[in-house]
T-cell receptor
Framework: AQRVTQPEKLLSVFKGAPVELKCNYSYSGSPELFWYVQYSRQRLQLLLRHISRESIKGFTADLNKGETSFHLKKPFAQEEDSAMYYCAVDNYGQNFVFGPGTRLSVLP | DAGVIQSPRHEVTEMGQEVTLRCKPISGHNSLFWYRQTMMRGLELLIYFNNNVPIDDSGMPEDRFSAKMPNASFSTLKIQPSEPRDSAVYFC????????????FGPGTRLTVT
């Protein structure tokens, strides 16, 4: 079955530490991959997408087709990064699925 | 642009009552999505429309749920009759086109069915 997994429900790191939020997907073809973020009391919003290959707020994500992973990374976490992070896969209109989410808590 | 607008923001109703959630997508966006978010199941896609036409409603949990998009600027999600297990946050999102594009989310409607 096509699905997106995020193995960690909660990830806690100290400020300044590196952070990696894992995402694995099982899809046929070449879907588009996204990371969305939901800060406290704010709307769910796009953080970055694979096709843009850009760094947003210091975050990057690398697509590894061999491992079918799209892990989100940041070398130095900040307290304002504390939020809920969702990995999402879009198979160009055929399927659109969000992962279960990982709550990142950056401790002072 | 105010972004995606949803109403009401909060809804409390009794089991068995009809509930209607409303969504206004961003002007010019051709695709509209309805999601349900719960602690147990996370964010689930219920249905999405392209050019006002329902494309995939396989995520709609049961016949008690129905969604319509009578025009490009308005959509409704109706639950009739409502049950306590329908309690969740319901999000509406829109995108320029379906497939491969960013989705813009509304603030959500928190539904509580007692």
């Amino acid at each position: 079955a096509q699905r997106v997994t995020q193995p960690e429900k909660l990830l806690s790191v100290f400020k300044g530490a590196p952070v990696e939020l894992k995402c694995n997907y099982s899809y046929s073809g070449s879907p588009e991959l996204f990371w969305y973020v939901q800060y406290s009391r704010q709307r769910l919003q796009l953080l970055l997408r694979h096709i843009s290959r850009e760094s947003i707020k210091g975050f990057t994500a690398d697509l590894n087709k061999g491992e079918t992973s799209f892990h989100l990374k940041k070398p130095f976490a900040q307290e304002e990064d504390s939020a809920m992070y969702y990995c999402a896969v879009d198979n160009y209109g055929q399927n659109f699925v969000f992962g279960p989410g990982t709550r990142l808590s950056v401790l002072p | 642009d105010a972004g995606v607008i949803q109403s009401p923001r909060h809804e409390v109703t009794e089991m068995g009552q009809e509930v209607t959630l409303r969504c206004k997508p961003i002007s010019g966006h051709n695709s509209l999505f309805w999601y349900r978010q719960t602690m147990m199941r996370g964010l689930e896609l219920l249905i999405y429309f392209n050019n006002n036409v329902p494309i995939d409603d396989s995520g709609m949990p049961e016949d008690r749920f129905s969604a319509k998009m009578p025009n490009a600027s308005f959509s409704t999600l109706k639950i009739q009759p409502s049950e306590p297990r329908d309690s969740a946050v319901y999000f509406c999102a829109s995108s320029l086109v379906v497939g491969g594009y960013e989705q813009y989310f509304g603030p959500g409607t928190r539904l509580t069915v007692t």
